[in-house]
T-cell receptor
Framework: EPEVTQTPSHQVTQMGQEVILRCVPISNHLYFYWYRQILGQKVEFLVSFYNNEISEKSEIFDDQFSVERPDGSNFTLKIRSTKLEDSAMYFCASSELPGNYGYTFGSGTRLTVV | SQKIEQNSEALNIQEGKTATLTCNYT??????LQWYRQDPGRGPVFLLLIRENEKEKRKERLKVTFDTTLKQSLFHITASQPADSATYLCALEHDYKLSFGAGTTVTVRA
């Protein structure tokens, strides 16, 4: 069964450093997403991406965050200057036409900011 | 404000029994509602999708109902097994994104 692949699985970074989280969505999917889950809390929407542009973003997704699809397969989330409160599990997801199919989530990147 | 509430944080049931989970929402008009399973340290896994014009959906031992008047979905796991132990998430699809509830953790005792 096709999978969404995320790397790295764990990332430890110092406060103020930039991090890039990487994802390879399912190849025939058109919509891409980033979600995060702080330990013990619910899964929160960050951003959706379609046709090479952001289609929706949450209040969490401020100027410190950016997304890119640099080539035909990768989808990245960059956090420019990490804060302690950015520590969370970050999930990438992809879907075909929303509403007809569920989303496929990756296994996540656990980001720890120290 | 918009809310998605799953009414139990945890549900403990005996193997073979039916688990029933509830999802209530306010100030949303979702066209679709989805249920996911999440195991510790893992990403959500899609289980079922139900549209606003559908009353009920089934997949193997899972059943979902959707009442847009009550703004409620019920999720049933019949003939439960220890392998069904996980957190189950309700998610509303709107504006091309999913908003999740906090989840209900189900533990099935052998």
């Amino acid at each position: 069964e096709p999978e969404v692949t995320q790397t790295p699985s764990h990332q430890v970074t110092q406060m103020g450093q930039e991090v890039i989280l990487r994802c390879v969505p399912i190849s025939n999917h058109l919509y891409f997403y980033w979600y995060r889950q702080i330990l013990g809390q619910k899964v929160e929407f960050l951003v959706s991406f379609y046709n090479n542009e952001i289609s929706e973003k949450s209040e969490i997704f401020d100027d410190q965050f950016s997304v890119e699809r640099p080539d035909g397969s990768n989808f990245t989330l960059k956090i420019r200057s990490t804060k302690l409160e950015d520590s969370a599990m970050y999930f990438c997801a992809s879907s075909e036409l929303p509403g007809n199919y569920g989303y496929t989530f990756g296994s996540g990147t656990r980001l720890t900011v120290v | 404000s918009q809310k998605i509430e799953q009414n139990s944080e945890a549900l403990n049931i005996q193997e073979g029994k039916t688990a029933t989970l509830t999802c209530n929402y306010t100030n949303y008009s979702p066209a679709y509602l989805q249920w996911y399973r999440q195991d510790p340290g893992r990403g959500p896994v899609f289980l079922l999708l139900i549209r606003e014009n559908e009353k009920e959906k089934r997949k193997e031992r899972l059943k979902v109902t959707f009442d847009t008047t009550l703004k409620q979905s019920l999720f049933h796991i019949t003939a439960s097994q220890p392998a069904d132990s996980a957190t189950y998430l309700c998610a509303l699809e709107h504006d091309y994104k999913l908003s999740f509830g906090a989840g209900t953790t189900v533990t099935v005792r052998a």
